[in-house]
Nanobody, 129 residues
């Protein structure tokens, strides 16, 4: 199993920056990728950014491309989401997730929450205008 814990959410103003952290533990060697999702009440959970553990390749949703940066410290099993130029529409609960163990992590499947077996508790990000 893999355990995931997020931290770093908060209340900021539009244009501000915020960094979320995610600590993974357990059998992380069996999961190829990590991702950040976000969700608002009544809305579907959407992929924000993803990163492959070993290769370091990244993926971003169009809505955050150029503003958000996902990175990882492979040795420490930490994943970060640096969020710059935040907008009110970025307000959501942000979740860190670990991909299913031993899965072929890639393609459009990374956008599917069902491809992730391990989730953090979520951290609220609120951007005021």
């Amino acid at each position: 199993q893999v355990q995931v814990v997020e931290s770093g959410g908060g209340l900021v103003q539009a244009g501000d920056s915020l960094t979320l952290s995610c600590a993974a533990s357990g059998r992380t060697v069996s999961t190829r990728g990590m991702a950040w999702f976000r969700q608002n009440p009544g809305k579907e959970r959407e992929l924000v950014a993803a990163i492959w553990w070993i290769e370091g390749n990244t993926y971003y949703a169009d809505s955050v491309k150029g503003r958000f940066t996902v990175s990882r410290d492979y040795a420490k099993k930490l994943v970060y989401l640096q969020m710059n130029t935040l907008k009110p529409e970025d307000t959501a609960v942000y979740y860190c997730a670990a991909a299913k163990e031993y899965s072929d992590y890639g393609g459009s499947a990374i956008k599917d929450p069902g491809e992730y077996d391990y989730w953090g508790q979520g951290t609220q990000v609120t951007v005021s205008s």
